[in-house]
Every structure is written in C-alpha cells, then in structure tokens.
C-alpha cells in the first residue's frame, strides 16, 4: 500500500517516506490505497483525504460513483467507523410505503450527512464491510457520492466568507449534529477537512458532515486510549487536551470546535495552523489559551457575533451544546434561504399521464355528449 503524510501531504508507492524537515512524522504516516486497487467489488478512482481515524476515497461499483470510506488498521478506528455506520443507516430508514411513495415525486431535502449504502452487492446484516486488502484486515463503509469542495480548500481560494454564508454554515453543521446532541454523545472531531460544502443555484454554500467522529457519551472517551493521537488538536477542546484533564466528552466541547471554525471562516485564519505547529506545540499553547485572536470586521462587533464567538470558546460557561449555539447564531442572521432543488423526473412523467388521462377523459365527455344530442 502507498504510505500518506498528514503533515507534508505526500504519497509515496513504495510505503517509504522520508522528509528533510526534522520534526516531520512521514514515518508515521497511513497506509492509503492508489488508483486502481479494489476493496471487494469497488474500484478506488481516486484519494479525497486522509484523516487520522480514517481514509476517503472516490470508487466505483459497477457504473455508480460512491464515497468509500476505509478505517485505518487500529481498534479504536475501527470501531469509531462501525459506530457510525450503524447510526448513519438508523437515521436513512425509508418511511413506509404509502409515505415513501409520495415523497419520492417531490424534490428532497438535501441530507446533512452522508447516505450509507450496501457495502457488499449481496444483502448483508451489516452496513460496514470488512476484507482482507493487501494482506490487510479493512473496515469501510460506501456512501453515496457527492459534489462539493472540501471546507479547508474553500478557504484557499476564499479566505474571508460573508458573515451571513459563515454564520449559515455553522448552523448548518450544528444542526447536523443534532443526532449526537439528541443522544447526549460528542463528536469531539470537527474540523475543515471533514466538512463537504457545495453552493446551490442561488449561491448559498450547502455542507454535508462527512464524518461523525468519536460518538462518545461522557465518561466513554476514556475507553479511547489513543484519542490524543487519533484526535485533531487544533479544532479539539484544551479539556481534552490538557494531560490533567478529566477526559469526560462533554457536549460543550463540540461548541468550542464550531467557535474555531467560526472564526476560521470570519477572520480568514486558523486559531492554530496544524501544518505548521506540532501537535504538542497546539497542545501546550490551547491550554493557556482564553479566547481567541481579535477579528477585524467591525461589522461583526455591533450585531453582537463577537461576544457569541467568545462563549462559544470560553474556558467556562459555553452554551450548552451545537444547537443552542447555532439558536444564538440564528437570533442574529436567521437561518438560511431554503434551497430550490430541482424536482424529480418522476414527477413530470406523473404530470403528463394525468394530463392525457383529463384530456382523453374530455374528449370523451364531448363525443358522448355530441352523439346524445345529434341522436
């Protein structure tokens, strides 16, 4: 398998990394899978990303364009991926028949979170897969495939947003949290790179959460003996990180993770750059952090965003979870225009046979009614 650094962002063939950058972890560095290497009947296409708990690339199956998403080879990875998929597919059950039915000639939302499809092409109990690649054990989950542009590229191209399209992407991403929050569990890995973000017709940036994270409730991380590593420390809460913490996953810690990217999206700017500081440079710095750098947008200042992002990141007194956050966001900008999506073919095709049954059906009427009157 190629070997991916998270830092320099190389991918070598011959599973060898070396960089002349001293503090550089290539050795480290993931397995990944090239262009071309099959996990059971999908053919990878390409990488999109690597993460620390995870792989995702785009495949095919047969003529469909799926997400692939493979566990790396740890325990804790491996069940991270298992955890989700099982939620992922309690929440995509179809409605009943005579709703479904219905549904389906209108146009749908579009979902927050991924779509979790069949990983063999026979039916299975499960909704992950697992086989042996390369002489290697894999957990992986298919998803639908979607369009979009990765939130940390966006803000290559686009480093300050609107603060109306910011404020709306964060409600957007809170409120596809709220599987977690209705079950009191912690995602505990929000950051850019996991966020999918395409923009409608109108304009308006649409994210889709690619990622669930740790799923954990509480006193559950501790559990995760390599959550320090497996963890993303530039966008995770200094509780967590602080080696005298209590490592219990509370709810607010998601809502420190939203303040960071927040002010990522208003200010242009991480809080911390995570290809330029080591993980335990972050981690000494955020636990002496109070807050976060000034943002310089004076529009900002006077609707009241700034003293938001504040609690949001504050040692103490956060908001509760993701969605009262959101709820403060909300107060001030609104939610977001609703989408206007295109609806399904099946619906004008259901159009068309009622218009020509009413069009036969009077013709009909009037041939009868002319015969009855000439008879």
Request: aromatic letters at 8%; hydrophobic letters at 45%; glycine letters at 6%.
């Amino acid at each position: 398998m190629n070997r991916f650094c998270e830092r320099c962002e190389r991918v070598t063939a011959d599973g060898n990394l070396w960089c002349p950058e001293r503090d550089c972890p290539a050795e480290e560095g993931f397995p990944v899978l090239g262009y071309g290497d099959y996990v059971g009947d999908l053919k990878v296409s390409r990488l999109l990303r690597v993460w620390r708990t995870a792989a995702l690339y785009e495949a095919q199956r047969e003529s469909e364009t799926v997400l692939l998403k493979v566990a790396h080879s740890n325990d804790a990875c491996e069940e991270r991926l298992k955890r989700e998929t099982n939620l992922l597919a309690s929440l995509s059950r179809p409605a009943l028949f005579p709703i479904s039915f219905v549904q389906s000639f209108f146009p749908g939302r579009r979902p927050a979170l991924p779509v979790v499809l069949p990983p063999y092409p026979v039916p299975s109990k499960r909704w992950y897969g697992e086989i042996t690649v390369q002489g290697e054990s894999k957990i992986y989950a298919v998803y639908r495939h979607a369009e979009g542009k990765f939130l940390s590229d966006l803000l290559l191209e686009q480093p300050q947003i609107w603060h109306y399209e910011a404020a709306w992407l964060i409600i957007a991403l809170a409120d596809a949290l709220r599987p977690l929050v209705s079950r009191n569990q912690a995602h505990l890995n929000l950051q850019p790179d996991i966020l999918l973000v395409d923009v409608d017709s109108d304009g308006h940036f649409r994210p889709l959460l690619l990622d669930l994270g740790f799923i954990v409730e509480g006193p559950e991380l501790e559990k995760i003996g390599d959550f320090p590593r497996l963890c993303e420390p530039a966008y995770t809460a200094p509780e967590l990180l602080s080696a005298r913490g209590a490592r219990a996953a509370g709810l607010t810690a998601d809502v420190y993770s939203l303040g960071l990217l927040l002010y990522e999206v208003l200010a242009g700017k991480p809080v911390f750059d995570s290809k330029l500081l080591r993980d335990d440079q972050i981690r000494e710095i955020a636990e002496h952090l109070r807050g976060v750098p000034p943002v310089d947008r004076p529009e900002l200042e006077s609707a009241g965003v700034i003293k938001i992002l504040e609690r949001a990141v504050a040692p103490t007194g956060r908001y509760k979870h993701a969605l009262d956050f959101a709820q403060a966001l909300a107060a001030v900008y609104g939610r977001a225009p609703a989408e206007r999506r295109p609806a399904p073919s099946r619906l004008y095709v259901l159009v068309g046979v009622v218009a020509t049954v009413l069009l036969v059906t009077v013709i009909s009427a009037i041939y009868i009614l002319a015969r009855a009157l000439t008879g």
